[in-house]
């Protein structure tokens, strides 16, 4: 039985290489008043009829009257106001359609920060975190199946084994 469980795992392994997708991943990107602004190029083939997202956790500490503007290949995607954002455990997660953002090739990714002003008076220094950031895009395999119909397959499968080995057991 212990073979037939490795079976199975090495089976949904190989269920996920094949139908799964992969990203371009940014990680932890952080911008303050010393730093506002943040600029990554990369490179995307992009595949027609395919949705790419952007999705990260953001949070910081900027006032009102300050932001955080993101933009995709010099396109504004999303603006972050401030005001009431002072907590780290305030995290958001956000995830948006870029796909008619995304260029065939290269791209810029570009987080600029908006009158994020220190006032060492008050001890402010303000800063904004966005952890996390990815844009998804698909794998070049091609499946014709949808992924839950491989699963519901791969149970039948699991189920006929084990039914078939309780009645041809061999002592």
């Given at each position: 039985?212990l073979?037939?469980?490795?079976?199975?795992?090495l089976v949904?392994?190989?269920?996920?290489?094949?139908?799964?997708?992969?990203?371009?991943?940014?990680?932890?990107?952080?911008?303050?008043?010393?730093?506002?602004?943040?600029?990554?190029?990369?490179?995307?083939d992009?595949?027609?009829?395919?949705?790419?997202?952007?999705?990260?956790?953001?949070y910081?500490?900027?006032?009102?009257?300050?932001?955080v503007?993101?933009?995709?290949?010099?396109?504004?995607?999303?603006?972050?106001?401030?005001?009431?954002?002072?907590?780290?455990?305030?995290?958001?997660?956000?995830?948006?359609?870029?796909?008619?953002?995304?260029?065939n090739?290269?791209?810029?990714?570009?987080?600029e920060?908006?009158n994020?002003?220190?006032?060492?008076?008050?001890?402010?220094y303000?800063?904004?975190?966005?952890d996390?950031?990815?844009i998804?895009e698909?794998?070049?395999?091609k499946?014709?199946?949808?992924?839950v119909?491989?699963?519901?397959?791969?149970?039948?499968?699991?189920?006929?084994?084990?039914r078939?080995?309780?009645k041809?057991?061999?002592?």
């Amino acid at each position: 039985m212990l073979s037939l469980n490795r079976s199975v795992l090495l089976v949904f392994i190989l269920l996920l290489v094949i139908d799964g997708i992969s990203a371009y991943n940014f990680g932890y990107i952080k911008i303050n008043y010393k730093e506002n602004c943040k600029a990554y190029n990369f490179q995307i083939d992009k595949v027609e009829n395919y949705t790419y997202n952007l999705t990260f956790e953001h949070y910081g500490n900027i006032d009102k009257g300050m932001g955080v503007k993101i933009y995709l290949n010099g396109k504004l995607i999303c603006t972050i106001g401030g005001g009431g954002r002072g907590f780290t455990w305030d995290v958001k997660r956000v995830k948006i359609d870029v796909t008619d953002c995304i260029n065939n090739g290269s791209n810029t990714l570009r987080i600029e920060g908006m009158n994020l002003r220190a006032d060492p008076e008050r001890r402010y220094y303000p800063y904004y975190v966005l952890d996390g950031v990815r844009i998804d895009e698909p794998f070049t395999v091609k499946v014709p199946v949808s992924i839950v119909q491989v699963v519901i397959c791969v149970i039948v499968m699991m189920v006929v084994s084990v039914r078939y080995f309780k009645k041809y057991r061999f002592d």
